[in-house]
């Protein structure tokens, strides 16, 4: 007997063997973000209190407060990240995680008022992002033998899945 479908997607057939409770477009969801607690959503409603009773467990915490709800998301500190999502695997089998870190790019105006055709010889942190743009990239911060110092703040995210 085949269980294959035409309906499944690649992502799928990758994790092939593993059983899941929920639709493949919303598992068991970890957000990391750079700063704040993390956050679990997607989680099937269990009885009573038993997804609390899950992640404090997961967590290998007994305090009550050490998990917080809000519309349906629940929060830990972030140095439970790690035994988190490894307990949300085993237990669910599967866990979607998304992961966001923040990543700053600089650009000096000895780079930004440079002629743009010298793009190439670019020594700045910009590695020719910004250079010879003729404006700061982002906010100026502070000033270096190479002029001002502009940075700008992105958040870069990427997702993937941990099995259990
Ligand atoms: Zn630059």
């Known amino acids: 007997m085949s269980t294959s479908s035409n309906t499944k997607t690649g992502e799928r057939r990758r ?8 639709s493949t477009d919303r598992p068991v969801t970890v957000t990391i973000h750079p700063q704040g607690p993390t956050e679990v959503s997607n989680m099937p409603r ?5 997804n609390f009773d899950l992640i404090r467990a997961a967590i290998a915490q007994t305090r009550r407060n050490t998990v917080e709800y809000d519309s349906s998301v629940f929060t830990v500190a972030r140095e439970h990240t790690s035994k988190l999502i490894d307990g949300l695997a085993a237990h669910f089998g599967r866990v979607r995680v998304i992961h966001y870190i923040s990543v700053r790019s600089r650009c000096t ?3 930004w008022t440079a002629n743009p055709n010298t793009v190439s010889k670019c020594k700045c942190a910009c590695a020719g992002m910004n250079h010879g743009s003729y404006e700061p990239l982002g906010r100026i911060v502070g000033h270096s033998r190479a002029g001002d110092v502009s940075v700008r703040e992105a958040t870069k995210k990427h997702v993937y899945f941990v099995e259990g």
């Open 109 to 111: 105006s000895e780079c």
């Open 15 to 22: 994790h092939s063997g593993v059983s899941t409770r929920r």
């Open 46 to 50: 269990l009885q009573g209190s038993g």
